[in-house]
């Protein structure tokens, strides 16, 4: 394994087999908004992008999933970040959104990771076969049916003006609102990840007005889910359905085979509410590899375990 320079990096992955979307030069360059180091790993079939923080002494080291080029073994998975433990780093946490494979398990348990006391991100999601007749359960084919009587139209902005930005952003200030969440983005992260083509935002519009808004990622035959934003005349017209059923109808038409619902979250808090909505496309539910996590000293697992919980106040999944 070894550190590389940013164009070497993308210059190289660019041809590779599997490449996520939180490994796009637009995904990284988006993050600048949160500023922190970025680090490029490669090694001859694996590579992912670290960001550094450093405070107090303390190096904390997260890294994306990776982008792999074929199939990778567990030999190698290990060697990759046993590599990057011996840089020296007091931290270091990896988030892998990609469905669950024991391999990987076996290659970070190996290279001495664990699971973090505590889970901050999702765990589970629903992939969606667009190869297949798209079924709803009955309170989607409900809502549906009272949508389809709405005029609902969908649009796909193929050049993304600032006036598409602004109309995003007001309807995810709203949904944002209404829900009582902060806004986890501004207008210039949303027009960097939408100045690559591999991102797709879509409208519903009723009588010319936009009401709702998704945007997609995609990676070769793969979708999916990355935001989401029903207006408030959008909820009382269930035109969050509609939107999901159109939008998987048209990647459908375009040749993707499977769709992300992404951040399932089954639980006894408002989140509940969010994952009884995403069952309600029949697919497969899936484990994902999730958060794994390795520190110089035990007491900073415990450390960081109570910063994100009490001084960043961060939900538990």
């Not at 970025?38 to 990776?66: N, R």
């Not at 359905?241 to 085979?257: C, N, P, S, T, V």
């Amino acid at each position: 394994m070894e550190l590389v320079e940013r164009n070497t990096y993308f210059s190289v992955i660019r041809t590779w087999s599997d490449v996520p979307f939180c490994q796009y030069e637009s995904w990284i360059d988006a993050q600048a908004t949160n500023p922190r180091k970025v680090l490029y790993f490669m090694d001859e079939h694996i590579a992912s992008i670290g960001f550094l923080k450093t405070f107090a002494g303390v190096k904390w080291l997260q890294m994306e999933c990776p982008a792999t080029n074929g199939k990778v073994s567990v030999a190698e998975r290990k060697a990759f970040y046993e590599a990057i433990q011996a840089r020296g780093y007091s931290i270091v946490e990896i988030n892998d959104r990609q469905p669950y494979d024991a391999e990987v398990e076996i290659a970070l348990r190996q290279a001495g990771f664990l699971r973090p006391v505590g889970s901050f991100s999702f765990q589970l999601s629903n992939y969606i076969d667009l190869t297949q007749p798209i079924a709803f359960n009955e309170n989607w084919r409900r809502n549906l049916k009272k949508a389809d009587t709405a005029g609902l139209v969908l649009e796909l902005v193929s050049n993304v003006t600032e006036p598409d930005l602004t109309d995003f952003l007001a309807l995810y200030q709203q949904m944002s609102a209404h829900k009582h969440l902060a806004l986890p983005f501004n207008k210039e992260y949303i027009r960097i990840l939408l100045s690559d083509p591999r991102f797709r935002l879509y409208f519903v519009k009723q009588a010319d007005t936009r009401i709702a808004a998704m945007l997609v990622h995609t990676s070769g035959s793969h979708s999916g889910l990355l935001y989401a934003a029903n207006g408030e005349q959008a909820n009382d017209l269930h035109a969050g359905y509609w939107m999901y059923r159109e939008i998987l109808k048209d990647l459908a038409q375009k040749g993707f085979k499977t769709f992300d619902m992404e951040k399932l979250a089954a639980a006894t808090h408002s989140t509940n509410s969010v994952f009884q909505f995403k069952q309600g496309i029949k697919g497969q539910l899936t484990p994902l590899n999730g958060e794994w996590q390795t520190c110089k000293r035990a007491w900073m697992a415990q450390a960081l375990y109570l910063l994100k919980k009490y001084w960043w106040k961060r939900m538990q999944a």
